[in-house]
């Protein structure tokens, strides 16, 4: 059975940084797009970021550009989320998801695996 399993949310102050964490297992993965959707209350679930299998190819929303920073280390394998430079606007519960391609895909339907979500709140 595939799983993912996020950790490294948690509350901090504007401007601060916090480093988001996907954990995968029961399946190779090493093969597939990985991405970072997150999703605020009142809110549809939207696209942050997205690597390709290699790790050579990334893409990332207009609004986190600049302050987040995706990677993947496929000999773990795991999936990462560097976010600096936070935002009041950037609270949500962050998700990660595997693919069934190899390249990045801003649309939630491009994925077919999910973990639970991590919360992260940023205080103004």
């Known amino acids: 059975q595939v799983q993912l399993v996020e950790s490294g949310g948690g509350s901090v102050q504007a401007g601060g940084s916090l480093r988001l964490s996907c954990a995968a297992s029961g399946r190779t993965l090493s093969s597939y797009a990985m991405g970072w959707f997150r999703q605020a209350p009142g809110k549809e679930r939207e696209f942050v970021a997205a690597?390709?299998?290699?790790?050579?190819?990334?893409d990332y929303s207009d609004a986190v550009k600049g302050r987040f920073t995706i990677s993947r280390d496929n000999a773990k394998p795991t999936a990462y989320l560097q976010m600096n430079n936070l935002k009041p606007d950037d609270t949500a519960v962050y998700y990660c998801?595997?693919?069934?391609?190899?390249?990045?895909?801003?649309?939630?339907?491009?994925?077919?695996?999910w973990g639970q979500g991590t919360q992260v709140t940023v205080s103004s």
């Open positions: 690597i390709d299998w290699s790790g050579d190819i990334t």
């Open positions: 998801a595997a693919s069934v391609y190899r390249h990045p895909a801003v649309s939630p339907s491009m994925y077919n695996t």
